[in-house]
């Protein structure tokens, strides 16, 4: 395998462990501080923050699928016997982007959902 194809696979695990590691922070940040930044006052939009908990711990779990797919592709690289076959399996492949694209667009709709909560209790 060659250098370029080797940091494609580095770079795009490294961007779904970098998902999974600010979704499960902002969740993780919210519920221990919550009490500390809402205070005394009754929360609005309760919905909202459960929302998106939930889609933040799911861009999580697609994280997960998406950086178990680059080490499948990885071994299939490995144990292909030819170079045009090797040639075949990149980033791009659906098994890889799929669960990719899934987790970025879920990471950015928890956050959003997650602004949207904080603006209407502030």
């Not at 590691?21 to 929360?43: E, N, R």
């Amino acid at each position: 395998m060659n250098n370029a194809k080797e940091k494609s696979f580095e770079y795009a695990n490294d961007a779904m462990k970098l998902i999974l590691t600010l979704s499960t922070g902002v969740v993780a940040f919210s519920i221990t501080f919550l009490k500390d930044v809402i205070g005394s006052k009754p929360i609005n939009d309760k919905c909202l923050l459960e929302y998106s908990w939930f889609v933040l711990l799911f861009a999580a779990f697609v994280s997960i699928w998406s950086m178990f797919a680059i080490a499948g592709s990885l071994n299939a690289i490995e144990n292909c016997s030819t170079i045009a076959d090797q040639k075949k399996i990149h980033i791009y492949n659906p098994n890889i982007a799929f669960p990719a694209g899934v987790a970025i667009i879920s990471f950015i709709a928890g956050v959003l959902l997650y602004i949207n909560f904080a603006l209407s209790n502030f």
